[in-house]
């Protein structure tokens, strides 16, 4: 079956860098887009990140954009995201995502989720 | 950039049926997508392509979508059913996923 498991969170201070990693299994990963998604708390769903099934297209949200970057290593079926920057409001639980298609053109949406991993950022 | 709004709660007995709605600007002109998410848990894809659903989730769950409303519907709700509900939709214009503010679904 699907699974997801994300792991790097930690409490971290404000203007450092960390890196977050999914290691996946139980599907072919390197036909799949991936995404990195972000629970903040008490707040609602954020998407963060995409990167397309063969790490070529990118695609960020404005309050990472510059700051984190998201990558994949399809020989290791692992996705990662480094987190550079970093600031309190980035303090959330951070959602590695399998996509349905190989590249979000015109319409995606992620079948499959792990559980998190929690970053915290504070001084 | 594109916004989605759904209520902040919806309230239903058990038995009844519980509609949550997502709104966007012409948001019938593209697909919408809804998870459950229940907390400490991961999303689950409920609905996709605006009204299909994965194999696993009850035909209890359904979906539409028109002009500028999209909206899912539980039927005959359970306890278990109580959770947070999201809609998405990918926007092309700026190729960035949105998500609705999300609704917290409570069985009385």
């Known amino acids: 079956q699907v699974e997801l498991v994300e792991s790097g969170g930690g409490v971290v201070l404000p203007g450092t860098s960390q890196r977050l990693s999914c290691a996946a299994s139980?599907?072919?990963?390197?036909?799949?887009?991936l995404h990195w998604v972000r629970q903040a708390p008490g707040k609602g769903l954020e998407w963060v990140a995409v990167?397309?099934?063969?790490?070529?297209?990118?695609y960020y949200a404005d309050s990472v954009k510059g700051r984190f970057t998201i990558s994949r290593d399809n020989s290791m079926n692992t996705l990662f995201l480094q987190m550079n920057s970093l600031r309190v409001e980035d303090t959330a639980i951070y959602f590695c995502?399998?996509?349905?298609?190989?590249?979000?053109?015109?319409?995606?949406?992620?079948?499959?989720w792990g559980q998190g991993t929690l970053l915290t950022v504070s001084s | 950039s594109y916004v989605l709004t759904q209520p902040p709660s919806v309230s239903v007995a058990p038995g009844q049926t519980a509609t949550i709605s997502c709104g966007g600007d012409?948001?019938?002109?593209?697909?919408v997508h809804w998870y459950q998410h229940k907390s400490g848990q991961a999303p689950v894809l409920v609905v996709f392509d605006d009204y299909d659903r994965p194999s696993d989730i009850p035909e209890r769950f359904s979906g539409s979508n028109s002009g500028n409303t999209a909206t899912l519907t539980i039927s005959r709700v359970e306890a278990g059913d109580e959770a947070d509900y999201y809609c998405?939709?990918?926007?092309?214009?700026?190729?960035?996923?949105?998500f609705g503010g999300g609704t917290k679904l409570t069985v009385l």
């Open positions: 012409n948001i019938g002109g593209v697909h």
């Open positions: 995502a399998k996509d349905a298609v190989t590249h979000c053109g015109g319409n995606c949406y992620s079948d499959y």
């Open positions: 139980g599907f072919n990963f390197n036909l799949y887009a």
């Open positions: 990167t397309s099934y063969d790490g070529t297209e990118t």
């Open positions: 998405q939709v990918w926007h092309s214009g700026s190729a960035h996923r949105v």
